[in-house]
């Protein structure tokens, strides 16, 4: 089905869906409150019958809408893939309708997103963390969270008051090499984040 | 395949469970399996609770091999993206380089030549070999039988000579970059390609003739671990574990990449869902592989193998680098600026040894992804054992788990 008629199948349910920017697939914005009738229309009614992918993406610190969820459906009767996105209201404590009564691939999906953006999906069965541990207090993929990570707490109180360690950020010495866009020409070559070790100071022990 | 097979159950448990019932007041017990056990191959952690043998909660605990790769992969070039891409399906590397290189380019809009798409093809088709050879291989020691073991490894082991020669590794061969591969095919290559894919095929019938009737590979998997063909589906498995539910999706043939629409081969599909048909598709996708690599070998085109006119991505001859100023400057800007890339999204799978590897970048310009979000097969293949191995025995589960033929490096990411 050609992407205009599926966005007029589809602005029957929800009169305020968009196109969306794509370079590939039919994409489409709707508003985040019909977000599960949308889907639950493109599943029974278009055959697109498997959520491959949902994700979200931090449009920045300062944007808002700052958090947009994006799914991904696909079909396996004609093999094409959809993508829906929606932006989350609330910028401080962004939340999201679960997906799980429709795909029970979204329990999972929707519990890494939580992890990783701190997006809370409203009546998912089960949100925990899935990647980090339970007691993590961040979430990793917002964009104002350094590559590195932060200092932080051992989980286990027990082993830390025995072993006095913690979860250290990671060494950014010898790479990995990042580049960043800019304009600058002394940002242009790759280099590593950590000035701590290199030619001029002694590697720390 | 049997198909008048009685279910299986213990030798008098129905009677030792009537009478321990009446006597005792049964308590279930909970039980951690892993983060370090022969059976979850790597680090998962699976929290069981049981009532004697079977199976009453099964909650997967993942999370021991995250190392956040989205998180790197938005502080570096598109290039400097290929090495994490081996250790996502450590496996199959090759295959994971060509799905991240083809991802790229699809938001590039850029079209690879002839001979780069063949050369992809045939690695990504020897990779599948090699992954689907240690996943059966693991699989079958297992359940008890070790001699798969001895055979599958040694024929990987000349996979892997072949990959050291093609790429310089073994493993981490990080062999594409966005707009081609690193280098062409030695000489002879092929020939030896050829070779083992002529001493490959006797040995795999010698694979299936140890298991494909053996009595206890027959209980230890027949109508163990059932995913029914509406489960599969909804829990997002993708790959064989899809396939060997019967449900007839392989992105190779339907949504054809690189060239896979101009080989011949068949898609193997199951019957019933259970842990036998997910090893008999595995075993039938190795046949089909070496197929295509000898479609591949046999209809190699000549060529450039890589975009020659895509100066702003791929990276120039090492030979003109040093010796012409336009060249020079081309590479540096590729290097440290990372390829010219335009603004919008993308999503591409391809279809992996494991399942649909997904790709879904979002960029804003330039030779960095704003966000690269990484759909590991192995991730969603997992999420069906909260299902699946509820009900069965534990001594199923290692069974399930080998059936399932998982990778951490790319669940956990």
Redo the contacts between chains.
């Keep these: 089905m050609l992407a205009h008629d599926l966005k007029s199948a589809l602005q029957e349910v929800c009169p305020q869906l968009q196109e969306r920017e794509t370079l590939d697939w039919p994409a489409f914005n709707c508003p985040i409150a019909s977000l599960f009738v949308v889907v639950k229309t493109l599943r029974d009614n278009h055959d697109f019958d498997g959520l491959m992918d949902a994700t979200a993406i931090d449009n920045g610190t300062e944007a808002s809408p700052r958090f947009t969820v994006v799914y991904h459906l696909f079909s396996s009767k004609n093999h094409n893939y959809l993508r829906i996105a929606a932006d989350c209201h609330d910028d401080e404590s962004p939340s999201a309708p679960t997906l799980c009564p429709l795909f029970k691939s979204a329990n999972w999906m929707e519990r890494e997103t939580y992890d990783l953006f701190g997006i809370r999906y409203e009546d998912h069965p089960d949100l925990r963390r899935i990647l980090m541990w339970d007691e993590y207090p961040y979430h990793p993929l917002r964009k104002e969270f350094p590559l590195a990570g932060f200092e932080e707490e051992l989980w286990d109180s027990e082993i830390a008051a025995e072993t006095g360690t913690k979860v250290k950020p990671a060494p950014m010495a010898g790479g990995p090499f990042v580049a960043r866009q800019s304009t600058f020409e002394g940002d242009r070559e790759p280099i590593a984040k950590d000035e701590s070790w290199n030619e001029a100071n002694e590697k720390p022990e | 395949m049997p198909t008048d097979k009685a279910e299986y159950t213990a030798p008098d448990s129905g009677a030792k469970t009537a009478a321990a019932a009446q006597k005792f007041e049964t308590e279930h017990l909970e039980m951690s399996m892993g983060p370090s056990h022969p059976s979850t191959h790597g680090v998962l952690r699976l929290n069981l609770e049981l009532d004697g043998e079977i199976v009453k909660m099964c909650d997967p605990v993942?999370?021991y091999l995250?190392r956040?790769d989205?998180?790197?992969a938005e502080?570096?070039?598109y290039n400097?993206f290929v090495p994490y891409t081996d250790r996502l399906d450590y496996l199959a590397p090759l295959a994971n380089n060509a799905a991240y290189a083809m991802a790229v380019e699809?938001?590039a809009?850029l079209e690879v030549p002839e001979r780069c798409q063949a050369i992809r093809v045939l690695t990504t088709e020897l990779a599948r070999i090699s992954a689907h050879l240690l996943g059966l291989g693991a699989y079958s020691m297992d359940v008890g039988a070790l001699t798969v073991f001895m055979i599958t490894f040694t024929e990987r082991e000349k996979l892997y000579k072949l990959f050291e020669d093609l790429t310089g590794a073994r493993f981490t061969t990080s062999y594409t970059r966005i707009g081609g591969v690193t280098r062409d095919m030695p000489d002879g290559w092929m020939d030896r390609v050829l070779t083992f894919c002529e001493e490959f095929l006797p040995l795999l019938d010698d694979v299936e003739a140890l298991l494909a009737r053996n009595r206890i590979w027959f209980d230890r998997t027949a109508d163990v671990g059932v995913i029914s063909k509406e489960?599969a589906?909804?829990?997002?498995l993708?790959g064989p574990n899809l396939r060997g539910s019967g449900?007839d999706?392989d992105?190779r043939r339907?949504?054809p990449y690189s060239g896979y629409e101009n080989y011949e081969f068949e898609v193997p599909l199951g019957e019933k869902g259970d842990c036998y048909d997910r090893y008999a598709v595995r075993m039938e996708e190795m046949r089909q592989s070496v197929r295509i690599v000898r479609q591949a070998i046999d209809k190699m085109p000549e060529g450039p193998f890589y975009a020659e006119e895509a100066t702003k991505i791929f990276a120039p001859n090492k030979g003109k680098i040093l010796t012409s100023m336009e060249e020079l400057i081309q590479n540096f800007m590729i290097?440290?600026?990372?390829p010219d890339m335009?603004a919008?999204?993308?999503?591409?799978?391809a279809e992996n040894p494991k399942g649909?590897l997904?790709f879904?970048i979002?960029s804003?310009?330039?030779?960095?992804p704003?966000?690269l979000?990484i759909?590991g097969p192995s991730?969603?293949n997992l999420?069906?054992l909260e299902?699946v191995c509820v009900g069965g025995m534990v001594s199923d589960i290692p069974a399930i788990l080998g059936s399932l033929d998982f990778v951490m490096g790319e669940c956990?990411?």
Excluded: C, W
């Design positions: 993942l999370g995250h956040g989205e998180k790197i502080n570096m070039t400097q699809k938001l809009n489960d589906v909804s829990y997002g993708t449900v999706v992105l339907d949504a290097t440290t600026e990372g335009p919008g999204e993308v999503y591409f799978e649909a997904g879904y979002v804003k310009g330039g030779g960095v704003y966000r979000k759909r991730f969603n999420s069906i299902k956990d990411r």
